[in-house]
């Protein structure tokens, strides 16, 4: 396994006890590293004060419309040798409504000839940080069965966002557009970097408002549907 990831608990002694079983694992070469999933700072000094060997990242929303590093988390976990590793880039549980037509993802998307999707996951990848993402914007809690839905075939085709996220290694945003996406602010369900995070942490799923309906059907993007303005690449 190259890498096993604690989630975080309410109880310092609980997220202690788990990263000492972890701890023989990684020791026996079952793994090659370890890593945390939703970890405030709680939670890493938590771990650091038992641990032989601290974790090598951790796992955080991170999403145009949060800011850059709005409670510092990213800062806190760097310093002590923890890299940052980015989930949710449209938002969480949904691709949030408010990140899909924002006015200043919108102008860079159109400027770029890219979907505001690309430039959401592009304005993270280069800000250096690796990236855990969906292949569709059609995700919420209403979705059922499974929860992710991608457009079109009988069962789906997700090439759509694929091809956009395989491309987003192939041009890049200017100074000036990263600084723009950098002071986005969304006003609707702001959101914690550990937000799917126990009770420990603040802001955590469990305990703020969340939509759960898909912003797919309510706004039109890229990621949703077909969209003839924006050409497949083979």
């Known amino acids: 396994v190259d890498v096993l990831l604690l989630k975080d608990s309410a109880s310092c002694e609980v997220m202690q006890a788990q990263w000492a079983v972890l701890e023989e694992l ?3 070469g079952k793994t090659r590293a370890l890593g945390t999933y939703n970890y405030c700072q709680f939670s890493i000094d938590c771990i650091l004060a038992t641990a032989t060997t601290p974790p090598a990242l951790n796992y955080i929303m991170r999403h ?3 800011g850059t590093d709005a409670t510092d988390l990213i800062q806190y976990g760097e310093a002590r040798g923890i890299r940052t590793v980015a989930y949710g880039t449209l938002g969480e549980p949904v691709a949030l409504e408010g ?3 924002n006015p200043v993802l919108t102008s860079i998307a159109e400027a770029h000839e890219r979907s505001v999707e690309e430039v959401a996951l592009r304005w993270n990848l280069q800000a250096g940080y690796a990236i855990s993402n969906r292949p569709t914007a059609d995700y919420a809690p209403d979705n059922a069965p499974d929860m992710a839905v991608c ?3 009988d069962e789906g085709d997700c ?8 491309d987003v290694v192939e041009w890049e945003l200017s100074r000036q557009e990263m600084a723009e996406l950098d ?3 969304l006003d609707d369900y702001p959101q914690s970097p550990t937000y799917y995070s126990s009770p420990g942490c603040p802001n955590s799923f469990g305990v703020v408002d969340h939509p759960t309906k898909s912003s797919c ?4 993007a890229a990621w949703c549907d077909y969209l003839s303005s924006f050409t497949a690449i083979e």
């Open 26 to 28: 990684l020791a026996q």
């Open 64 to 66: 145009v419309g949060m």
């Open 99 to 101: 990140l899909l037509t």
């Open 151 to 153: 457009p079109g075939g």
């Open 159 to 166: 090439g759509v966002a694929l091809r956009g996220m395989r």
């Open 183 to 185: 002071v986005v602010r």
């Open 217 to 220: 059907g309510i706004v039109h």
